[in-house]
């Protein structure tokens, strides 16, 4: 009780440390590091190809999602300094300069020559009229119009307000709006009508018109924005200025995106309008610049700002909003995170703390230290049906009021201090509490029982529980699950169906089913006990996985790659996705650290920070991504690319690479390929290079798709390859036949061979390690035992026994390792075999302080070789060195393994008593080097003098 | 006192080992696990051992992984892993995962003494097989290199930390075992001790280690509250 008072103590008088908690918006830039030519972007494009194109102040530059290549004059640009871009109904890019415009036509730039005047002027911007014509609105030469045969001009002699035009737009209804530096002029058929400051405009220096709907029209201006409505006869005009909520009133630029949402770039910050308002964003939220020219939204969907000084910048904060420690949070880990019934979100994080923010957006941080928690590493938040929030941390649960006092002091007390993970209020009076040692807690009506292995449960390690709409109370521990089902624990484990044993996030999904996650992905249990296994691997990885929920039809998986979407009822469903290269603050998510609040935001907790996201902005546009063929290599030359490529039919080894131009998250993208005529169905890889090496002759296509992060195909691109037969051949038309006909028949059965081959491989490797594995323990029991015995006793004569007991045990286990290292298919290698002598060599020697010379000449220690000739050659060196250490009194041994002419020959000599002054007991070691040395099909021969020498001369391997 | 735990599902091995060891001078050994989760637990309590052996076949958690969890949480504890079988890949992967050496389980009680006694040391040791693959690792040529592996060489130091490359000297170790020279041989040619060799093995195992840590820091938040 006295413990209790101080707790109460320190909650008041200590109070609460506030402060200033900021946001940060994931932002790329693509600028020098990227080999931007400058980094000032005053346009932004994507043509019909996919490729976006920059244009800086000095060059143009065109982006692949990779590199950048730069453009300048010498390449037919009329001037390096861009001022716009634009692409007309066939994809033509229209390339606004300081000087005049250029176009770019089949992968060429063509100077666009117009009239003089306008071959100097700098150019603003370009329209595209219903009709066809082109506007030009210039710098200080009014508008050329050009409708592909003469060339028309408006300036301030036909009563153009100025001749500085910095915008046109077209309406429905065929008035067309000029928006200049003096106003802006309306031509409705026969002249102009002005609109300036005194009819209502905010400046009269305007820079951008945008069409919102058929009542709406924008104008951005140098001192906010004007709106013109024209839903009654006559229309209204209304300003947006930083009082709307706008970052600053030099406007640049307005865009209206695919979602109808105007996206506003000023001289200082950007602002999105949606629902009626204005959300700023400014370097005080992670932008890397405050001046920006231009919007620009690419195929895919995402947004891109043209920066004064910091390049192209992708901005992602419309889907992601950020919070790490440099924004003011306790502690990077944020293990729970919940938000109460009065908009409070509350973040539990792993030593700092709850973190609070509320509405006004200040961060308050209740602790330890403040008095209100017993530990600052926090496992789970959640409300009571009372709307209290119960916590669970490392050192017991605390429950508080809405004011932060402590609730239900009572029944706290009644807890054990122990590590709650997970806290489950199944009505009003009776909860259920998973702990992380001491198995699974439940309250009711102020009494406590506890469930343990004793009572059935599965693990005392709990993690997660589970409340089924039928009753079952479902617990995820670290060495199972167990289902309390009318009283009894009903168990699984990895000897019943589970493929990892440690549980960590779970829900029920409508037909009754539980979804759990683990270290391998996630899996379902239905309610009969059927457990089904969702293979969750990424780029050949095992992803595991922490929480899992479902909405919108989607079950949504946070994951060490990145928060995973996928569709429930697709047989082979899509996964999309979201890592930290598309703005997931990190890409590794904590255990069931999530909340979805009303507002369809998702708050996700990660190792380092907290992002929001909110995935209805994710539009899945259904364009199809770009596909290309980027190289193709002909053994290891990069060939120019045509339409058929011829190879020879000697050296056929080549590689052909693709790349999607996709520009979110590259690593995301999947591809489908296949050669026709070698691969059986498309083949599925996150690889952009595929080999292929040994094609017999023949025509072939390959083909390839790529999958985006959306689960839409791109088109399919093929290149046909063609492999030359050998000239000698073509010529015998019925030879070549034949030759075909003889090569299928060998490549059927050789394919029955081979796979009969691995078969038999397989069994053996098994049986092989089961042997091992099993006699291999024993025998190690067998001979540690008899180490220890020995070292105990005191009995010389034991001793002796005992150590050859030992000694016997530990060959009998060398011998089978040696077994099992011969046929592991991962040792197939000649250095695999050169490293098996030294090691063995090494250590019998180092036994007896006897030097080993080796000499591995002309040896390729990546050439593979047969299991059967491997064994051959060690169990040769191993009976020879055997033989030498035990009989031959040498102090010295020379084991050489030579590759000349084709032909392998061994050496292994020794400066001991030779072979004549051996005793009859080597007589064994020799036969079976012999035996061996037959295997191999080599020459044996002994040679007695100054020590023994062992030669097995001219085999292959 | 130096503390030694054991963690082993084989009973008989495991009690053999622990008592052999409890009885030499200067040793302890209570801490025993037939699991990487019960030692872990333990763990976090604060019984901090100098040397854990440990095994790599485990139930449950397997042993490369406990030890990634157990290097990045408690770094100043040495871990040797025991194996069945002279399993290179296995042996290297769990050197990367942090272990300062390995013994074969069936190697004797005195040699597993020994190995100790190296590691508190501050030493290890290497085979020629793991040489090599020292070798692979950290992008090295033996003998003469081509023109490609030069520029794979140079691109590969482009991305790598300097810490975490091989200096000339452990380079020369590694070459020396990949040869066939044994750490006698090795030390005299290097003018150095036998007990720097060990040294400088023990220094490349924590490059190892270091190198394919950057995943293992994620873990590790995750072992505590995953």
Not at chain 1, 822 to 841: E, F, H, K, P, V
Not at chain 2, 143 to 149: F, G, P, Q, V, Y
């Amino acid at each position: 009780m006295i413990k209790h008072r101080l707790f109460f103590y320190f909650a008041f008088t200590i109070g609460l440390v506030i402060s200033a908690f900021g946001q940060t918006i994931p932002t790329k830039m693509i600028s020098l590091d990227n080999g931007l030519s400058q980094s000032v972007v005053k346009a932004i494009l994507q043509d019909n190809n996919g490729y976006l194109w920059f244009g800086t102040e000095y060059g143009l530059n065109k982006y692949d999602g990779k590199k950048n290549e730069a453009y300048y004059k010498h390449h037919g640009l009329s001037s390096n300094e861009i001022t716009c871009l634009q692409k007309d109904a066939f994809g033509t890019l229209w390339i606004g300069t300081s000087k005049g415009l250029t176009l770019r036509l089949n992968d060429k730039f063509v100077i666009f020559e117009g009239t003089d005047s306008l071959l100097n002027a700098p150019v603003n911007t370009v329209a595209f009229a219903k009709d066809g014509s082109v506007w030009i609105g210039t710098e200080g030469d009014g508008i050329w119009i050009y409708n592909g045969d003469i060339f028309d001009r408006w300036n301030v002699d036909n009563g153009l307000s100025s001749d500085s035009v910095r915008s046109i737009l077209f309406l429905e209804n065929g008035a067309i709006w000029i928006g200049t530096r003096n106003g802006i002029n309306i031509f409705n058929g026969s002249g102009f009508k002005i609109i300036q400051d005194k009819q209502g405009l905010t400046d009269n220096k305007v820079r951008s018109l945008l069409q919102i709907d058929n009542q709406t029209i924008w104008a951005g201006t140098r001192d906010g924005i004007t709106e013109f409505k024209f839903d009654k006869p006559l229309y209204r005009v209304k300003a947006y200025r930083t009082t709307d909520n706008l970052p600053d009133n030099k406007i640049t630029n307005l865009f209206l995106d695919d979602q109808q949402r105007v996206w506003v770039t000023t001289e200082n910050g950007i602002a999105v309008w949606e629902n009626n308002k204005f959300e700023a964003f400014g370097t005080q939220n992670g932008l890397e610049a405050s001046y920006f020219y231009t919007t620009y939204e690419d195929f895919e969907g995402t947004i891109w700002l043209a920066s004064y000084g910091s390049g192209a910048v992708q901005f992602l904060g419309e889907k992601f909003v950020n919070w790490t420690t440099d924004d003011g949070l306790s502690n990077s880990v944020v293990s729970s995170v919940f938000k109460d019934s009065k908009e409070k979100v509350w973040i539990g994080t792993y030593g700092g703390g709850i973190d609070l923010i509320a509405k006004s957006k200040k961060i308050k941080n209740i602790s330890m230290k403040s008095g209100h928690l017993p530990d600052d590493k926090i496992y789970h938040i959640v409300e009571s049906i009372d709307h209290k929030i119960w916590v669970g941390t490392r050192h017991g649960i605390v429950s508080l009021n809405e004011n932060l006092t402590p609730a239900n002091t009572e029944t706290i007390q009644l807890l054990p201090k122990l590590k709650y993970r997970f806290l489950l209020q199944e009505n009003d009076s009776n909860w259920w509490f998973a702990t992380e040692d001491e198995g699974i807690f439940h309250l009711e009506k102020n009494q406590i029982k506890q469930f343990t292995v004793d009572n059935g449960l599965v693990s005392n390690s709990t993690r997660v529980l589970l409340k089924h709409t039928n009753g079952d109370l479902f617990i995820g521990t670290t060495n199972g699950l167990s289902i309390l089902r009318k009283g009894e624990f009903l168990n699984f484990t990895l000897q019943n169906g589970l493929v990892n044993q440690v549980i960590l996030d779970m829900i029920e999904t409508d037909d009754g089913s539980v979804w759990f996650t683990h270290y391998q992905g996630i899996s379902k249990i239905s309610l009969d006990g059927q457990i089904e296994h969702i293979d969750f691997e990424f780029r050949g990885e095992p992803q595991a996985s922490y929480l899992i929920r479902e909405f919108n039809g989607y079950l949504w998986v946070g994951t060490n790659k990145g928060l995973v979407q996928i569709k429930l009822d697709e047989k082979n469903p899509h996964r999309k996705l979201y890592t930290s290269t598309m703005g997931l603050v990190n890409d590794e998510l904590n255990k069931g650290s999530i909340y979805i609040d009303s507002e369809n935001y998702f708050w996700l907790g990660t190792v380092n920070g907290l992002t929001r996201f909110k995935p209805k902005f994710i539009q899945d546009k259904k364009n199809r991504i770009p596909l290309y063929f980027e190289e193709i290599e002909v053994t290891g030359k990069t060939i120019e690319s045509r339409k058929i490529i011829e190879l020879p039919f000697k050296d056929n080894y080549f590689s052909i690479s693709f790349a999607a131009l996709s520009y979110i998250d590259a690593s995301t993208m999947q591809y489908k390929y296949r050669l026709k005529g070698v691969d059986i169905g498309w083949q599925n890889t996150y690889q952009s290079k595929i080999r292929y090496a040994g094609l017999t002759e023949g025509e072939y296509e390959f083909q390839v798709k790529a999958i985006d992060n959306n689960g839409v195909e791109s088109k399919q691109i093929s290149q046909m390859i063609h492999v030359l037969p050998p000239f000698w051949r073509s010529s015998w038309f019925l030879f070549l036949m034949a030759s075909i006909v003889l090569s299928i028949a060998y490549l059927v059965l050789n394919n029955i061979r081979i796979s009969k081959m691995v078969e038999t491989e397989r069994i053996r490797v098994r049986i092989a390690s089961d042997l091992h594995d099993d006699i291999g323990a024993s025998l190690t029991e067998i001979a540690l035992q008899a180490d220890f015995i020995q070292a105990m006793t005191a009995d010389e004569d034991s001793k002796v026994t005992l150590q050859e007991l030992a000694e016997q045990s530990r060959k009998v286990v060398t011998t089978m390792d040696d077994i099992v290292w011969s046929i592991d298919a991962r040792n197939d290698t000649l250095g695999d075999l050169t490293d098996r002598i030294q090691d063995y060599a090494n250590k019998m020697a180092s036994k007896k302080e006897i030097i080993v010379n080796y000499h591995f000449t002309g040896i390729q220690s990546e050439k593979k070789i047969h299991s059967d000739l491997r064994q051959n050659v060690y169990l040769i060196c191993k009976e020879a060195i055997n033989n030498t250490i035990k009989y031959a009194q040498a102090d010295l041994i020379s084991i050489d393994l030579i590759f000349e002419n084709g032909l392998y020959s061994l050496l292994i000599s020794d400066n001991g008593i030779g072979l004549e002054n051996l005793t009859k007991k080597t007589g064994h070691g020799l036969k079976n080097i012999k035996e061996r040395a037959t295997r191999l099909g080599g020459k044996l021969s002994f040679e007695s003098k100054n020590g023994l020498m062992i030669q097995v001369k001219g085999f292959h391997l | 006192m130096k503390k030694i735990a054991i963690v082993e599902d084989n009973t008989t091995i495991r009690t053999l080992i622990q008592k052999f060891i409890a009885k030499q001078e200067n040793y302890a050994c209570t801490q025993v696990y037939d699991a990487v989760e019960p030692f872990l637990a333990d763990l976090k309590q604060q019984h901090l051992p100098d040397v854990v052996l440990m095994d790599i076949d485990l139930p449950g958690m397997n042993g490369i992984e406990g030890m990634k969890l157990i290097k990045s949480n408690f770094p100043s504890v040495e871990i040797i892993m025991l194996t069945v079988y002279h399993d290179s890949h296995r042996i290297f992967d769990s050197l990367c995962a942090g272990a300062s050496g390995y013994l074969l389980k069936h190697t004797s009680l005195q040699e597993i003494k020994e190995s100790i006694e190296v590691v508190l040391n501050g030493g290890s040791v290497m085979s020629p097989q793991i040489a090599r693959k020292v070798i692979g690792y950290f992008a090295m040529q033996p003998n003469s290199s081509t023109e490609i592996n030069k520029q794979q060489k140079s691109a590969e130091k482009i991305n790598s930390n300097q810490d975490s490359e091989l200096t000339m000297r452990e380079q020369e170790i590694v070459i020396g075992l990949v040869d066939g020279l044994s750490y006698k041989m090795i030390a005299d040619r290097m003018t150095i001790s036998l007990d720097t060799v060990r040294a400088h093995i023990r220094n490349i195992y924590k490059k190892l280690h270091v190198n394919s840590k950057a995943e293992v820091i994620a873990k590790s938040l995750r072992g505590e509250i995953g």
